[in-house]
């Protein structure tokens, strides 16, 4: 049977963040705005084709999955990026910091697209604050980091958009946002996960210090249908 971490954009589309999906019940995807994610009940040549039939023509999707497969004839692949799973399950520790985590809202926006196209944490559009839960660490009226959740599938929570503005690293700011946010997944009942790319060897560090460990291999698409 399938785990759940296996394909988290799928169950969080049927869970924790069903009223951001659109689709039917065997292909599904987020609206452009929120997310480029789009998920499959089963990753099967029928189900790539209902999706590739439901899907806009007007965007690429962003398809993970825990193995490598191959991608269909009538998608093209644009990009293929080889991520790591991490899962936190043991209780977050709560150190003392200076800096005081803000929640963001829609006033932020503006400052939350101009770091998050600064330093690529992965997809973030104009409407990906809608998937909640963000945080962030502002020096004067500058936004200088960030930190907030994306695919809540059932009991488990990712922690997402983990980013700091160049000339504010090495300050620890990262370290604090994913402790932050990890602590609050778990006091509200959820397992804390995350993504990050196979090659960053800095933030994967920063993790496995907040107390996350590798879960698995995750394998992220870029696909345009051709």
């Not at 644009?78 to 910091?97: H, N, S, W, Y």
């Not at 932020?108 to 945080?135: K, S």
């Not at 993504?195 to 920063?206: D, P």
């Amino acid at each position: 049977m399938e785990h759940i971490l296996e394909s988290p954009a799928w169950h969080a589309l049927n869970s924790g963040n069903k009223n951001l999906g659109l689709g039917n019940d065997k292909a599904k995807y987020f609206n452009k705005e929120v997310s480029p994610f789009a998920a499959m009940e089963a990753n099967t040549p029928e189900n790539f084709q209902l999706l590739y039939e439901v899907f806009p023509d007007d965007r690429p999707a962003l398809f993970m999955s825990s193995t490598e497969i191959e991608i269909p004839r009538q998608w093209e692949i644009l990009d293929l990026v080889k991520g790591i799973q991490m899962v936190c399950e043991r209780p977050v520790a709560t150190d003392d910091f200076s800096a005081k985590p803000v929640p963001l809202t829609e006033v932020h926006v503006p400052q939350m697209l101009v770091l998050t196209r600064l330093t690529n944490p992965g997809p973030f559009a104009n409407r990906t604050i809608d998937f909640g839960h963000y945080f962030g660490i502002f020096e004067g009226n500058e936004l200088v980091a960030m930190a907030g959740q994306r695919l809540h599938a059932y009991q488990f929570a990712e922690i997402s958009a983990v980013c700091t503005h160049p000339h504010h690293t090495g300050k620890g700011y990262a370290y604090q946002l994913v402790q932050h946010q990890a602590k609050r997944i778990q006091l509200n009942g959820f397992i804390p996960y995350l993504h990050v790319r196979a090659n960053n060897s800095g933030a994967i560090r920063v993790y496995q210090k907040a107390g996350f460990e590798q879960s698995r291999d995750m394998f992220f698409y870029v696909l345009k249908k051709g």
